[in-house]
Each structure stands twice: as C-alpha cells, then as structure tokens.
C-alpha cells in the first residue's frame, strides 16, 4: 500500500508544472546565452511530501520553498520527526549545445536519492556536506523536466554522528535544509572541488607558502576537466582584486588538454603589501579565475579568500607573526522550530552576535556548517575550528568509512577560508581506534600538506596537532593547568557546563550519579531570574580565570553561545550565553567585557549593569566593563568610582568585573560609567521595573538587512515595558503575534507565545521580500503594538 501511494504521488508531482525562480531574462533557465558559467538559484518552487511513518494517514502535497524543515516543531523538541519524504521540481530544458548541467546540494539531513527524469541518479548518505549531481545525461532536452529527491531521516548506525536520535546530544532535522543551485558550464569546465574526489586538487585551491606584511607568494591550482570531443588548448587566469580594487593578474602557461581527459593548472602567485587577514582586520580578496582558450574565457569562477599566516608552538598560537590568545565559543546550528532550515543571512546574523560578543573564535560543534556561516566568519573576523560529524559513538566498518570520506569532504569544501584554522578530524567523546586517529590525519595532511595544516582531537593523541579535551575530562581544582606534555599545545574546547552540572558522570549524559543542585548549575534559562544568571555567568568567570593558568593553553571556547534542542532530553540544554532565540543572558556581557577597546572591529568600550534593581535584587552589584574605571550612581548619587579589584576568580582575567555594595534597596536608577584615561568613555542604565503597561515591536537584523530575493527568518520580540520603558523581567504575559499587511511572509512559532523574562519571540519567514510587511501584536490590558518591517 505504502508502495502504490507513493507511486501516485510521484505521478502527481510530475505532473504539476511550478517555473523557475523570479530572475532576468539574460539568467532564466535554459536561456539562449554564451555566459561561461552560470550559477542559478535552485530554492523555489518544489512540491514536498511527507510520509505518515504509521501509513495510516495520506498527508498532503505541499508547495516549499528551501531551505526546509520537514516539520516545524515545537520549542522543545522531545520528540522529533523521523522517516522519510519526498522533493520534486519540474523546470524547462531549453539546452543550448555543448553544456553541462549540475545540480548543487550544499546540505540533506542524511540520506538523498536524487532521481531526474525518473532514473536514480545520486544516493549521498551524510548530512552536514555538500554533494554535486552531473544532470547532463539525464535532461530531455526542448521539454519539461522533473527532479525529485527522497529524503531518509532515520536512525543510521553507518551515517555519522551514527548515534540514535534518543541518545544524540543535538537533533537531526530532516530535509532539504541548505541551498541548492543550478550550475551551468561549458564542457570545458572548472571542476566542483568534493565531486571531483582529486587529492590536493579539484575545483580552486589557494595556498600562500610565505606571507609577511612585505610580500605573500602562493600559487593558485585549478582543475579543469574536458568534456569536448575534441582537445584543447587551455591557460587559466587569476586575477586576485583587494578590497580597495587593487587587481593582480597571474597566468598558467597553456597545456593541451585531451578529450574526456582533466588538468590541474597552477599559477604562481606573489602579492606586494598584501592586506593581511585577521580577527581585528578581517581583509579580504577576490579571487576570479578563468579557462582560456585564445583569448576567450570559457569558464570563469569567483571567490573570496584572504592572505594570513598561522603557526603553532608548543604553547602558543601565532596569526601573522604576532602571539593570539584564542577566546571563543562553541555554536549549534539550529534554530527554534525550522531547526537546520535557516537562510544564509541568519548563519550570518549567528557569527555576527558571536563577534559582538567579544569572541575572536568559533568550534562548529559538532559537525560542518553551512558555507553561509564559514563566510560571515571570513567577513566579519572569527577564526573557526572545522569539525566532522560526531558525538560519542564510533564502529569499524562503513561507520568508520563515512567518518574519513567526511574528512576528504570538509576539507573539499572548506579549505580557502582564511577563517578556518583548526581541522576536527575527530569524533567528539567518541572511543575512536588507533588505525583510524592516523588515517584520518593521514587524509588530512594529504590533502593539505602544508605545513601550515593543523588537526585536531579530544584524545591526546601525537597523530594530532592540537589536543582538544572539555575541561570536565580533567578533575578539580586544576583541571588542565598543570598539563605539561612537552611541545604539546591544548586548546580547552568546552568548559562552563558540565563541570558545574554533574561532575562525576563521566560521558553517560543520561545517568548523572552527583548532579549538581540547581542553583549551581550553568544550564539557566532567562526565565531564571536575577540570582541563575549571576550564577551562570560567575561559572563562566571562574572558568575563563582557571583556563588562563595554564602554560601549554593556547586557547578556549565555552559551552555555549545559544541554548539548543538534544534527541535525548525533554527540556532545552540552557547553558548558552545567549538564549536559543538569540537573546542574551549575563554571562553575553560578561564575555563582551573581555574583549580590549580600540583594537579593531567589534571592540568598543562597554560597561554593564548585571542587575534588575528591584527588591529581590542582590545588594552587591556586578558590573562588566573593559574601562579602566567604573562609577556606579543611584538616582543621581555617586555610590562609588573604583578600579577593578581581582579576587581568586578573577586574577588571570583581562577585565576583572566591578562589584559595588548598596546597604538597601531603594527604588529608582542605577547608572554605571566606565572611564579610559580620565574619559568618559561607555554608560549604561538600569531602572527599578513597574507594572507593563505597553509592548514594543522590534526585529533582529544583526548587521544583515532580510534577503530580498531568496527566503529569510528572522526573529521578532515583542518586548513588555513599563510607562517608562523599562523592560518588566518577570512579565509573561501571551503575546499574540498577526501579519496584517504584507505578501510572501509567515509567522513560524507559538502563537499566542508566553513572554519569557518580559520578551515574547516568534520567527518570521518571507520569500521574495519585495514589500513592507506589517506585524501586530496583542496583549491583554495593554495597548496593541505595530511594527512595519521596510
């Protein structure tokens, strides 16, 4: 039965025709061109089916746009949809002569069975990475033409992570979740660097072997493949182009190149005063590379890479020539309710609130993530340790195959971003074999074997460069301070939850024996109140404090910045800085305060009142700050200016917090300055709540305005105040959330919400975001609110 439906769906999705995207007439599909390669929005237009796993209910057809989740679900995900579901597309072929026609998946959770024109095509198993389709001998040419994709989300022993979804610390959202592409070429063509499966090749890859602030020289390798009948005579040009349009032209000398044969072409590159990249000067270039035949340029590709030069020592990091202490954050993917499904302007929007947070550094834990992310990390300046999929499991065999075919893949993918310095080539807390630690470095330093490429990995293990341990993996009160393998560096990969939470479980994460009492914990959401969030925040501090004693430290990411789902557990994992709606706790501005003013982006003087000032509100006062002093005023009265002073939880930090006594509460203002040099240089304010009497609407861009013709989501608060605008903390009122005016937009999320510590959240999803879309929203007792989004 299951069989016969599924063959009547099939049908009906072939039979309904949906075009191509929205797009100029010079870039339609199928569109009579000389362009030596297009690149083609694949994301609209798809008709999707999920399977009922039960069988008993026939589910309806759908029209989708990606990316795409298989099931909206709800905050808490505790029980997540698994099984299987169905994609398919018709679009026009209106093939000009000698082309090829690709299809780009950057993402399918986990297993894909492309099929075009009704032949199987490509079965990829893996979730996280990329994988290219050659549709060129499959398209009907002058006529309609359907893809469809059969999506298989279920447990998968041989498919890493390879853990079942009931004992997975994150979640596996089914579906097409990332972009898909069109890519039309030339015979003669630049590869796709994971489809052509070539070891330190394929696609473009750039290398710089000497880089100095004088002079940087590389080479540029390109593989082109020939799929002419004839041969060819070919060169390839690299025209390097600074931010500032300084254009530098490299050749390869020409080579002839049979048919049905491929090439790598390599130019030497040498750039005088190069812009270096960094986390403080994020500078960037473009690179255009062309395949020439004579003069004509047959295939032509851009990217965007930078010029940096990173080494590492026994007991430090070193980033263009200049010691760098690593400070950064650990990052899941998902959002609430889509899950993996996001656009790349909010992979861009997380990396950009990690930077304002004060991190020069991200782990992707614990899997690849989007290309979108490892851009904005390029852009905006965060050094990134690339991991592979895993999580406490490991089995010889096809498990262990995918495992290193991931390696082979990531690398692929990733390797001329300047933002990725750190290679995961191992599965987290996983019990992995000798034979594999090797032959996954042996991979890696195979295809980038510079010396320049540095693996890592949570077992000390000499096959890796970097050694990765939580700090939960060491016991108090040292934890790994008092490492000393010698020239061996160690980067504390995860600290601030687990060792607060439940000590002496080990790695049985369903079975703490000495779990921590509540109050100790750092897993607090925002509703916690005043007193969880101090508490959170002053596990981070003595963490940070306590990882900055060790000699053979090089640097640290905390567990987490956002709050997340997990397969096994029935409440979100809270322990991020930031909640899972991107709203930030006390321990944000904790770290925020970390970072040095003036020195580069993102680096401003801040001071902050960690502090609701209302009665239940701790006497002692924490502010954060990176100024050299603080004033801390009530209602006008200087309570007292003051350096910071550093106790045993503050004595290795950059910017000890201030701690300010008020003997009683009095209602009224609290007002904290932070000084440099006698100046004022930062203020913040907190006032005494009342009781709401107003809402007010705003949405989250975080430096990226919303897509305008692809799908966006974003996040829309609705934030309780009181007459004076004050944001009222412990309000949770409904909110109802409505669009009223507005085309090609949605409101994904509870509705009506319950407001959490005074702020209720809903995403909004658009499409082709041409129009102001008006959103209202309704509280009881309260004046409705508005906010038009441009």
């Not at 000389?34 to 759908?62: A, M």
């Not at 746009?65 to 709800?74: A, R």
């Not at 995900?77 to 299987?84: E, L, S």
């Amino acid at each position: 039965m299951k069989q016969q439906l599924k063959a009547i769906i099939l049908v009906c999705l072939s039979l309904t025709f949906f075009g191509c995207e929205s797009l100029p007439p010079s870039k339609k599909v199928g569109a009579q061109q000389k362009l030596p390669r297009q690149v083609i929005n694949f994301n609209n237009n798809w008709k999707f089916y999920r399977e009922d796993p039960s069988g008993l209910t026939e589910r309806p057809v759908e029209e989708v746009v990606l990316p795409h989740s298989v099931k909206i679900e709800p905050l808490v995900v505790n029980d997540q949809w698994q099984g299987k579901s169905l994609y398919s597309k018709d679009f026009p072929v209106e093939k000009v002569k000698n082309e090829k026609w690709f299809f780009h998946f950057e993402g399918i959770m986990q297993e894909a069975r492309v099929s075009i024109n009704d032949s199987l095509v490509k079965t990829h198993k893996g979730g996280y990475l990329p994988f290219t389709v050659d549709a060129t001998p499959f398209l009907k040419n002058n006529s309609q033409n359907i893809i469809q994709v059969e999506v298989i989300n279920v447990d998968d022993a041989t498919i890493p992570p390879g853990k079942p979804l009931a004992d997975l610390d994150f979640n596996l959202y089914g579906g097409i979740y990332r972009n898909v592409q069109l890519i039309k070429t030339n015979l003669v063509h630049i590869s796709d660097p994971v489809y052509a499966k070539e070891v330190n090749g394929g696609g473009i890859l750039v290398h710089f072997d000497s880089v100095s602030s004088e002079k940087a020289s590389g080479f540029v390798k390109v593989h082109v493949v020939n799929d002419a009948e004839a041969e060819k005579e070919l060169k390839v040009r690299a025209i390097f182009t600074s931010e500032e349009g300084v254009k530098m032209t490299f050749l390869t000398p020409y080579k002839k190149l049979a048919s049905g044969g491929d090439e790598h072409f390599t130019a030497e590159v040498s750039v005088e005063n190069p812009k270096l990249w960094s986390p403080s000067h994020p500078n960037l270039y473009e690179l255009e590379v062309e395949v020439l035949e004579g003069e004509e340029v047959i295939d032509r590709q851009a990217i965007t890479t930078g010029i940096r030069k990173i080494e590492l020592t026994g007991n430090a990091f070193y980033l263009n020539g200049q010691e760098l202490f690593i400070n950064g954050t650990n990052r899941h993917q998902e959002y609430p309710y889509v899950g993996y499904a996001i656009s790349n302007e909010a992979n861009y929007r997380d990396a950009y609130k990690i930077k304002q947070a004060g991190f020069n550094f991200v782990r992707l834990s614990h899997y690849p993530h989007a290309t979108a992310f490892l851009k904005a990390c390029d852009e905006l300046g965060l050094l990134v340790m690339n991991a592979i999929p895993g999580w406490q499991y490991f089995e010889e065999g096809t498990f262990a195959e995918n495992a290193l075919q991931n390696v082979k893949d990531m690398v692929c993918r990733d390797r001329n971003h300047p933002s990725v310095i750190f290679w995961e080539n191992s599965l987290n807390e996983s019990g992995m074999t000798e034979a594999f630690m090797v032959e996954a470095n042996e991979i890696l330093k195979a295809e980038l074997p510079y010396d320049n490429t540095f693996s890592a990995g949570w077992i000390d293990h000499p096959a890796y460069d970097l050694f990765i341990p939580a700090r939960q993996h060491a016991q108090p009160p040292n934890y790994w301070n008092d490492y000393n393998t010698p020239n061996r560096p160690i980067l504390i990969a995860e600290y601030g939850d687990w060792e607060y939470y439940a000590q002496n479980a080990g790695f049985n994460q369903k079975a703490f024996g000495d779990l921590k009492e509540e109050e100790r914990t750092s897993r607090q959401l925002r509703a916690a109140g005043e007193k969880m969030l101090l508490q959170q925040a002053l596990n981070f501090q003595e963490a940070t404090n306590s990882n900055l004693k060790g000699e053979q430290t090089i640097g640290m990411s905390n567990w987490l910045m956002f709050d997340y789902n997990r397969g096994y557990a029935n409440d979100l994992e809270a322990s991020g800085i930031s909640d899972i709606f991107r709203i930030p706790k006390f321990s944000y501005y904790f770290y925020k305060s970390q970072k040095p003013p003036y020195q580069g982006n993102f680096s401003e003087p801040m001071v902050y009142i960690a502090n609701y000032w209302q009665p239940n509100s701790a006497p002692d006062i924490t502010v954060y700050s990176n100024a050299e002093e603080v004033a801390l005023y009530l209602n006008g009265e200087l309570i007292e200016k003051k350096k910071p002073t550093r106790t045993s939880f503050s004595d290795e930090l950059w910017y000890p917090p201030y701690t300010f006594s008020i003997p009683e509460f009095v209602p009224g203002e609290l007002k904290a300055v932070g000084f440099i040099d006698g100046k004022e240089v930062a203020t913040h304010l907190v006032r005494t709540p009342g009781e709401v009497s107003k809402m007010a609407l705003s949405v989250d861009i975080s430096g990226k305005e919303i897509a305008r013709e692809t799908s966006d989501v974003v996040f829309v608060y609705a934030k309780l105040l009181d007459e004076n605008g004050t944001l009222v903390h412990n309000a949770s009122l409904p909110v109802t959330f409505e669009i009223t005016s507005g085309e090609n937009a949605e409101l994904i999320g509870e509705n009506p919400v319950k407001a959490e510590a005074g702020i209720a959240t809903i995403l909004l999803r658009t499409k082709e975001f041409k129009a102001p879309v008006t959103i209202e929203a309704r509280a009881e007792g309260i004046p409705v609110s508005k906010i038009k989004v441009e």
